[in-house]
């Protein structure tokens, strides 16, 4: 294939959440193998300086963009739409992060040539909202393998726990977990916006922790590193990820689906009951395996 120019739009490149850091990763990886992306967004921030570092331009007006693309890579709708507004005849994909938030809403666009789907979920709202089955691919969820290599094997009992969450603060549930962490003999820390810690290179944290409670992107990255990973968010509680089940769970990109439980006291300390150390690696295995940012 010959080299590409490939705009990247996103509503924010501000914060460290979710579709921001897919665009960083997508975008970073392609220029790496020898393609022209740039991205776009009304909002620039933390994310939009680490995508510059790695080479790729960012643009919060697309009259400032160094050249016409190729392909727009559409990320939500307003954005996608003034891509292909401000560049006519040239085609594009855009690809759902979300089943629910208004700014995932599929724009049917006769220059959409493509519609991706992150999950089940978001392949359902492809659908609702009329696009045909024959343009939509389903891309899950990565992992950049080498950001997130494996932590040391886990001790035969959790002596750190993690919550890794945006969402999950003091009134959301935290503060039960750390209950029954500190009832189990487990020492909690907390990183998100919600608990108001942010962290830059997640992947140290990770590699602190014998039992990460998270949900989506956070959690696949917790899986891959290795760690003991029950799915939790602000929502509610989900099962601890097994090898057996990661397939299943990652189809719903182990999000708010899976969050079948209140978080209560009981239901987590069944969560830390059920800490295997041999299991969490074989769980661990399959992500890797299966779920890199190359294959992806």
Request: charged letters at 25%; one cysteine or more.
């Amino acid at each position: 294939m010959r080299p590409l120019k490939i705009l990247f739009t996103n509503n924010t490149l501000a914060t460290r959440a979710g579709s921001e850091l897919w665009v960083r990763d997508v975008a970073i990886a392609l220029q790496r193998r020898g393609h022209e992306p740039a991205a776009y967004s009304p909002y620039l921030g933390e994310v939009a300086g680490e995508l510059r570092a790695g080479g790729v331009p960012v643009v919060d007006d697309l009259d400032l963009l160094p050249w016409r693309p190729d392909l727009v890579h559409g990320h939500h709708h307003l954005e996608t739409m003034a891509a292909l507004a401000r560049f006519p005849g040239v085609p594009g994909v855009f690809v759902c992060h979300g089943a629910v938030p208004f700014e995932e809403e599929p724009p049917l666009h006769p220059r959409l040539l493509r519609y991706v789907a992150v999950d089940e979920p978001c392949r359902e709202r492809i659908a609702a909202a009329g696009v045909p089955g024959s343009r939509t691919l389903t891309i899950p969820n990565f992992v950049d393998l080498a950001r997130f290599p494996p932590r040391a094997p886990l001790p035969e009992r959790p002596a750190r726990a993690l919550v890794f969450s945006h969402n999950l603060g003091e009134g959301d549930g935290l503060r039960i977990i750390r209950k029954a962490c500190r009832g189990a003999g487990i020492e909690l820390e907390a990183l998100g916006t919600a608990a108001g810690r942010v962290s830059a290179r997640p992947e140290e944290e990770l590699r602190r922790a014998d039992l990460v409670f998270a949900r989506a992107r956070a959690a696949l990255e917790a899986v891959a590193t290795g760690c003991a990973v029950v799915l939790c968010d602000a929502r509610g509680l989900g099962p601890l990820v097994t090898a057996e089940e990661f397939p299943a769970l990652r189809a719903l990109n182990l999000g708010f689906r899976t969050l079948t439980e209140p978080i209560t006291s009981a239901s987590v300390a069944r969560r830390i009951a059920e800490y295997r150390p041999a299991a969490a690696a074989r769980a661990s295995a399959r992500a890797r395996a299966e779920a890199g940012l190359d294959a992806a």
